[in-house]
């Protein structure tokens, strides 16, 4: 069963403009929420986490909000820059030292 | 130190045969993670160690699946006897006991024909 969904496989959006990525999981156990970008033929890098007790992390360019009732999360990059053309992933662990559970990813392409 | 690392990057081998990867992870971190990415999914939690402790195995870690951590340092996943259905990426990650974030090697891209 999959645990962590990223309902949305690709994303287009304009150098400058906003790009928000979706994320929605199940297991109501989860307390911490991060998020990875990709490039091929490469590991995922993190980019930014939240704890369950807050509703908002945000990181230069990156916010990450987190809707617990809806079971919901979101990134955000304001601007866009061709550089964040990758395939970001979502993932959550039940406490933080535990493994991690991913979703299926999200391309994003920014067009200059 | 500039992070994780695994070796070998790229690993092509018989069916049937058995392969090692190793990874050695960030030196002060204690948490070693194994996971597998296969084209189009996210990345799969494979195993992880706390020191040389392996504390937990995914129901996807087979008999044929081996992931030792000696000492607590660097750490080993042996496949024996492959089979086409474990090609795929095998990430190593690591993270220091009580922190939230895991960092991620590389991965070695294993092909099996």
């Known amino acids: 069963d999959q645990q962590v969904k990223q309902n949305s496989p690709s994303l287009s959006v304009q150098e400058g403009r906003i790009s928000i990525l979706n994320c929605d999981y199940t297991n109501s156990m989860f307390d911490y929420f991060l998020w990875y970008k990709k490039y091929p033929a490469e590991g995922p890098t993190f980019l930014i986490s939240i704890s369950s007790i807050k509703d908002k992390n945000e990181d230069g360019r990156f916010t990450v909000f987190l809707n617990k009732s809806a079971k919901h999360l979101s990134l955000h990059i304001v601007p866009s820059q061709p550089g964040d053309s990758a395939v970001y992933f979502c993932a959550a662990k039940k406490s933080s030292g535990d493994k991690l559970t991913f979703g299926t990813g999200t391309r994003l392409a920014v067009r200059p | 130190d500039t992070g994780v690392s695994q070796n070998p990057r790229h690993k092509i081998t018989k069916r049937g045969q058995n392969v090692t990867f190793r990874c050695d992870p960030i030196?002060?971190?204690?948490?070693l993670y194994w996971y597998r990415q296969t084209l189009g999914q996210g990345p799969e939690f494979l195993t992880y160690f706390q020191n040389e402790a392996q504390l937990e195995k995914s129901r996807l870690l087979s008999d044929r699946f081996s992931a030792e951590r000696p000492k607590g340092s660097f750490s080993t996943l042996e496949i024996q006897r492959t089979e086409q259905g474990d090609s795929a990426m095998y990430l190593c990650?690591?993270?220091?006991?009580?922190?939230?974030?895991?960092?991620f090697g590389q991965g070695t891209r294993l092909t099996v024909v």
């Open positions: 030196s002060e971190h204690n948490r």
């Open positions: 990650a690591s993270s220091l006991f009580g922190n939230t974030e895991a960092f």
